[in-house]
Every structure is written in structure tokens, then in C-alpha cells.
T-cell receptor, first 112, second 114 residues
Framework: KAGVTQTPRYLIKTRGQQVTLSCSPI?????VSWYQQTPGQGLQFLFE???????NKGNFPGRFSGRQFSNSRSEMNVSTLELGDSALYLC???????????FGPGTRLTVT | QKEVEQNSRPLSVPEGAIASLNCTYS??????FFWYRQYSGKSPELIMS????GDKEDGRFTAQLNKASQYVSLLIRDSQPSDSATYLC??????????????FGTGTRLTIIP
């Protein structure tokens, strides 16, 4: 079974720009969660989607948003990028959210 | 108090010895507990999950859960150099709608010395 895939793997953006990251979950998984990982803050929860609905949201500003499509693929968007948004963005999928979560390889975002 | 705490001090263990990693959590209603391994530059990889008090063994790995003490640990027997990584503890609260997120500790960096 194919694992979680994320695109792109690496991204360099300029302050003020916006970015969209994509995540395809493991086949059959309906829950997708997004996390931001930085050396200083560790793994921080952004949001979780299940059946195209956002079920949980972390403590991030409104510049961070996401959505999920009917095929369970998910995207997250960050608008008006700041230097502090430089991080590894990880998505994780699970069957229904309450089970085990499996991570994708991540998207390394650098904001200059 | 952090929701999930791990010893941030790096841990070094000789090859073949037992590595012991610990984690405490603050939410007494937590129901699900996970250990992830993360190699440098890679994403976290799930290695163990545990849901009830006691021990759960999988190969060289044993997860231990004590809900009364709000404590979960991971033992790695016969440690190998390939076990050198950062180990992340993750906790999920009671699975009500809206509480499915995982809260992670900051991780413990383990180095196995040949």
C-alpha cells in the first residue's frame, strides 16, 4: 500500500507571498492532519480534516488554512508568508482520526 | 506545565544495552499513546501505540503505560546503531468529536554507541 505523499518536497518563497501544499493520504484513510515542525517549537498541530470537514484546529493565525477534497486529498495554504513560517510541514493520515497516524515525508518551506 | 513532557537531554546508550525513554502527560483523560522515531532530516515514523495500562511488546520494543501516574515509556532492547534517532511521544485525549489531535513531546535524541 502506498504511503502518504506530499508535494512539493521543497519550496522557497519570499515574505509576503502565499503558498499551497498538498497531501495525499494512504488509500482508505479519511482523516488528514497537518503539523508544523521547527527546531524551537517541535511538532505543532495545525488542523485536522475528516470527510471534507475541519474537525480540529490548533493555535495558528488565520493565515494558515486548509481544505479536504472528496477523495480525501488535502491542501493547506499559508498567506502573507513571514520569515517565522520557515519549517517542515507534515501531514499525517489515519483511518478515522482516532487511530494511528502515519506521516508523509513533509514539505520543507523556506521563507526569505 | 507542558501537556506532554519528555527528557530533552540527549541519551547515549552502548550497543546491545537497553535504552529507556520516558514521557509524562498532563491530561488525565488521555486515551491513546504513541511513540514515533524520527531520523535526522526525515519525517516521524510510528513504531508503537498503546491504549491500556501495562506493557506492549513488539520485537525489540516495549511500550509501558501507567495511566494512574500519567506516564508512558519505551524500552529498546539490544540497542543497535540504527536505533540512533529522536524519539517522540504523542498523546491523544478522549476521542470525542473535536479532540482527535495528537500532542507531541519535544523528543529525546538517542545515540547508540558502537
Amino acid at each position: 500500500k502506498a504511503g502518504v505523499t506530499q508535494t512539493p518536497r521543497y519550496l522557497i518563497k519570499t515574505r509576503g507571498q502565499q503558498v499551497t501544499l498538498s497531501c495525499s493520504p494512504i488509500s482508505g484513510h479519511r482523516s488528514v492532519s497537518w503539523y508544523q515542525q521547527t527546531p524551537g517549537q517541535g511538532l505543532q498541530f495545525l488542523f485536522e480534516y475528516f470527510s471534507e470537514t475541519q474537525r480540529n484546529k490548533g493555535n495558528f493565525p488565520g493565515r494558515f488554512s486548509g481544505r479536504q477534497f472528496s477523495n480525501s486529498r488535502s491542501e493547506m495554504n499559508v498567506s502573507t508568508l513571514e520569515l517565522g513560517d520557515s519549517a517542515l510541514y507534515l501531514c499525517a493520515s489515519s483511518l478515522a482520526g482516532a487511530g494511528e497516524q502515519y506521516f508523509g515525508p513533509g514539505t520543507r518551506l523556506t521563507v526569505t | 506545565q507542558k501537556e506532554v513532557e519528555q527528557n530533552s537531554r540527549p541519551l547515549s546508550v552502548p550497543e546491545g544495552a537497553i535504552a529507556s525513554l520516558n514521557c509524562t502527560y498532563s491530561d488525565r483523560g488521555s486515551q491513546s499513546f504513541f511513540w514515533y522515531r524520527q531520523y535526522s532530516g526525515k519525517s516521524p515514523e510510528l513504531i508503537m501505540s498503546i491504549y491500556s495500562n501495562g506493557d506492549k511488546e513488539d520485537g525489540r520494543f516495549t511500550a509501558q503505560l501507567n495511566k494512574a501516574s500519567q506516564y508512558v515509556s519505551l524500552l529498546i532492547r539490544d540497542s543497535q546503531p540504527s536505533d540512533s534517532a529522536t524519539y517522540l511521544c504523542a498523546v491523544r485525549g478522549f476521542p470525542n468529536f473535536g479532540n482527535e489531535k495528537l500532542t507531541f513531546g519535544t523528543g529525546t535524541r538517542l545515540t547508540i554507541i558502537p
